[in-house]
């Protein structure tokens, strides 16, 4: 049975490795001091629907993602993999979403690009760990929801039987199709990248990245329809503008604070041993430990 | 009409501690509204006896929803439950669990009904709020307080319009307190035909298996928890050999667990577990805000680290200046020799 599935995939700030300098004096966030990444659990996703294409031969993995031009990333990096295209939802209208204006957003691109036999994201991204907009994806396509998938096991006659994680322990759930899946950073690792495929999409671009008329590979772009990615704004979708970005979202930020700690008296002591011996005898002493 | 919700997260007919803790939060909240505290739980055969683990924490009306397709949880039952209830009650305010429960419900919820939804907030309390551009004022709302963008910052979200205002709230963040054993709150039962239709049952659970927590880190009295700083699986085997001696738990902070050093239900912090132990050792942290959530309301905090700037130690009662491959061997050692 081949099926058509779809990756939700967002680049986000690699929040792991924050440097001194990722907020400005102003106490905002620094974004160009932060390196740009495929959210990690987005990829175990990816991964997760290339090994159902690998299963169900003539399946289609496209990728959607939004975000500005750069984050066209996102679908080189899952075309190099094995994803078959992908879509760049990119407008300023789009911009301040909260979880609930972007899953609106992502929903209207998935009705208006035809919804797929299986959807697949991330359980959340690094940048805010909220895990929302998986659950309210489903939520606006009215389609069941499995959350913190581990494995595919089986998926057949218009079912899909899945692993998943819960509160100390796991579980196995069968759902219909089509369904929505977000899958957990402790699923399977995201192949790397096939070299054949690198040299084949590494000048994918979205038109907004293109190179103009006259500049080198501009006329590659005619010939290998492949290369042109696809790109799509609040009227290509449709979208009721009313329900995307900061106007479509209900949580608004009322104050952002720096972290500044209220130092406390301390004491500071080496690592010689009369100094951790002292330690050991003062906590021991006061029956803090022992 | 307005009141305050809270969403009581069920295994088999045993309350969740997180869900105990937000009803404590939650009375706190409905006091200072002067609204009154509901709660929601959605199960199978749990009608006679919940109650007395939900009505003590002051719960005014307690909506029980008891059929067999509701235990154990599926999204798409307890989301028709939770939205044609709140159709009906229009709450202000609606606190579930953070975890994997209330992380794929909360979102669902918030979905169908248009309204906002902050994720694993760490405090929330009730204010007021100015929309300057739109030039209007609201007396009550709730902040939902939460470190966010890789801790470099809090930030304090207000949902002005839409209702209910949603929140979900780790365990082990709030601390849950019986307000009076007798408590008396009005029992609700409901036809869940009403609100669940039949369609609503397409996902099957086949197989479950739930262990109890392998740990005792949430109520340990001495933890002792590692960070990036420890190098490697192999540096934890240190810090275990540490926990036996002073019989404390070991914890591990996010950059640990990511890197694979520790199992990830030991992760400390703002997406993990909160700690409130007596002492609390930290070995090759850094400390950035999501993991200091976690732990800051710990009695003694001893802060191993070879950095002294490391923001941790400015929260640190006693720092040690030191590698953690050094220090931690001479803590046992004088451990032993000192505590016969």
Known sequence: MSLKIIVLAKQVPDTRNVGPDAMTPEGTVNRSALPAIFNPEDLNALEQALRLKDQNPGSTVTVVTMGPPRAADVIRESLYRGADNGYLL?????????????????????????????????????????????????????????TYVEEILKCAEGKITVKRHIDGGVETVEAPLPVVLTVNGSAAPCRPRNAKLVMKYKRAMVPLEKPAEGLPYAEEYGKKPYLTLGQLNTADVEADLQQCGLSGSPTKVKAVQNIVFKAKENKVLTSSDADVEGLIQELLANHTIG | MNNVFVYCELEGTVVAEVSQELLTKGRKLANTLGVQLEAVAAGSGITGNIEKQILPYGVDKLHIFDAPGLAPYTSLPHTSVMVNLFKEEQPQICLMGADVVGRDLGPRVSSALHSGLTADCTALEIGPHEDKKAGKTYESLLYQIRPAFGGNIVATIVNPENRPQMATVRSGVMKAEVLDPDYKGEVIVHDVAKYVPETDYVVKVLDRHVEKAKNNLKGAPIVIAGGYGMGSKEGFDMLFELAKEIHGEVGGSRAAVDAGFCDHDLQIGQTGVTVRPKVYIACGISGAIQHIAGMKESGIIISINSDPNAPINTIADYVINGTVEEVVPKLIKYYKQNSK
């Open chain 1, 90 to 146: 990119t407008d300023r209208a789009f911009a301040g979403a909260d979880t609930l204006a972007t899953s609106y957003a992502l929903a209207t691109t998935i009705k208006k690009i035809g919804v797929p036999d299986v959807i697949l994201g991330g359980r959340q991204a690094i940048d805010g760990d909220t895990a929302q907009v998986g659950p309210q994806v489903a939520q606006k396509l009215d389609l069941p929801q499995v």
